[in-house]
């Protein structure tokens, strides 16, 4: 072949290359496994709202294909009734449709969110995601936005002691912790919300000092009205190792997954949580979870929880004039109410034992008929101290707990309460008839009051946390 010819074979195959490959890069991928990238997964909106409140962050789309790729759409999933708004390439629309990007390029989309934080409606967290739609897939960013005026904290260690008013809530992020030897204290009226990944750690001491008008409230931050009510909202209140001297004054825990609990003892002669005059309601797996600690509770009502108490490996406990009771709602009532023990399983799955001191003083362990035999359950395995005693209680079981010491108890009376309505939640613990068996039959104690203030002086107390007046 000439050396001419060669050459033109070789140059009309290099253009052909160049067309070829300039062809392809213009031409649009339809396979189902193109594939797009973005920058960011979630994005979150820190700020702390004060006033009507409009911020933009963005991310990038990223056609990591070598040839250009047709996005059939990208839109926000809440429409034009989403707190979020998208921009691309200057168009403002919830919605865009067949958006070309070209071949290992990408683009920017803009998104803002505006929210008027003093709709004490909203939820404390506004979410949506927009989708992105090609070839038969879609990927999701997800959006997480403020709704509400409130002090945001997010994974925050308190480390000095410091002390919450009420003139905003408080909403929880990843999680809080209180120092070893910090206290936080919460006035009167003190809200907090915790997301559905933020514990209550406390390492140090935590008080609650709410009043009957103006009660310190825990729950989860979804108060809108599909998750308002829903159990397992937040993970709860944890009493470590080292925590002492925690006291819980009017104070709700509602909607956790476990709302209190205490492990290891105090350190001194004060238990490690004292509640006064307290609501735990609705949680998951349990109201009040103890692992060889100790706990004193007065006055207060543990409703509607998978395990409404438990105490595992022994520890020191005092219920007075406490109602706890349970009905299946969203959680099925399965486990007694009561449940002690002087004994737990250890990491190595051996059985380990500790002695055991409780007191069950004027209570209610009451639950749905026909669903658990005994309410009230006591369980022994160590050869140390156990002293478990029922003096002046109301419950519902099939023969009296044992190994204890029972004196003076009523079994398997119905307490009448005032209204249970399973079907509708409605669960008011209050004694409403003046003949039932817990009226004016408790012991005398030093609490002079019930969880609504009133007085118990008037003859002997009422069994239960609420006095019949």
Same mark, same amino acid.
């Given at each position: ?64 294909? =070598? ?14 009734? &989403? ?11 919830? @919605? ?23 709709? &004490?409606?909203? %939820? ?29 904290? !997010? ?11 009420? !003139? ?33 750690? #406390? ?11 103006? %009660?310190? #409230? ?7 009205? =599909?998750?308002? =009510?829903? %159990? ?104 007694? #109410? ?29 639950? @749905? ?31 009296? %707990? ?51 203030? !009133? ?15």
């Amino acid at each position: 072949m000439k050396p001419f010819a060669s050459f033109y074979l070789f140059t009309l195959s290099f253009l052909l290359l160049i067309t070829a490959s300039s062809c392809r890069k213009d031409s649009f991928i339809t396979s189902p496994d193109a594939t797009i990238s973005t920058s960011e997964n979630i994005l979150k909106y820190d700020t702390v709202f004060t006033s009507i409140g409009s911020v933009t962050q963005s991310f990038k789309i990223r056609n990591s294909n =070598d040839q250009k790729l047709l996005l059939s759409s990208v839109k926000v999933m809440g429409g034009t009734a &989403s707190a979020f708004k998208i921009n691309i390439n200057g168009v403002a629309a919830q @919605e865009q449709s067949n958006i070309e990007l070209a071949a290992n390029d990408s683009m920017y989309v803009f998104v803002s969110v505006q929210i008027n934080p003093n709709l &004490s409606d909203l %939820p404390f967290i506004v979410k949506d995601s927009i989708q992105i739609s090609f070839n038969g897939n879609t990927n999701y960013v997800q959006l997480e936005a403020f709704g509400q005026n409130a002090n945001f904290l !997010r994974n925050r260690i308190i480390s000095t002691n410091t002390t919450w008013n009420n !003139r905003l809530p408080y909403v929880i992020l990843d999680r809080l912790r209180i120092d070893a030897n910090v206290t936080l204290t919460l006035e009167a009226g003190c809200r907090i919300y915790c997301h559905a990944d933020a514990p209550i750690l #406390v390492d140090g001491t935590l008080v609650a000092n709410g009043t009957k008008d103006q %009660p310190v #409230v825990f729950r989860g931050d979804r108060v809108d009205e =599909d998750y308002k =009510d829903l %159990p397992a909202a937040w993970p709860g209140i944890y009493f470590r190792e080292t925590s002492n001297n925690n006291l819980l004054t009017y104070t709700q825990v509602l909607n956790a997954y476990q709302a209190i609990v205490a492990e290891n003892p105090s350190g001194n002669s004060i238990p490690k949580v004292t509640l006064h005059q307290c609501i735990i309601d609705n949680a998951y797996d349990a109201g009040l979870l103890c692992v060889n600690s100790s706990l004193y509770a007065d006055n207060s009502l543990i409703s509607n929880c998978g395990n409404n108490v438990n105490f595992l490996l022994g520890g020191n406990y005092k219920l007075t004039n406490c109602t706890v009771a349970s009905y299946s709602t969203f959680i099925s009532h399965k486990n007694p #109410v009561l449940s002690a023990s002087d004994y737990a399983l250890n990491s190595s799955g051996s059985v380990e034992t500790k002695s055991l001191d409780a007191l069950f003083e004027n209570c209610i362990f009451w639950g @749905e008929e026909g669903l658990v035999e005994n309410e009230v359950q006591v369980a022994k395995q160590g050869a140390g101290p156990f002293n478990v005693t029922f003096s002046k209680c109301l419950y519902r079981a099939s023969t009296d %707990p044992s190994p204890a010491t029972v004196t003076d108890c009523i079994r398997n009376q119905n307490p009448v309460f005032d209204s249970v309505n399973v079907t509708k939640r409605i669960f008011d613990f209050h004694i409403s008839d003046p003949t039932a068996p817990g009226h004016d039959y408790g012991n005398g104690t030093v609490f002079t009051e019930d969880l609504d203030g !009133r007085s118990r002086s008037n003859g002997l107390p009422d069994l239960g946390c609420y006095e019949k007046q």
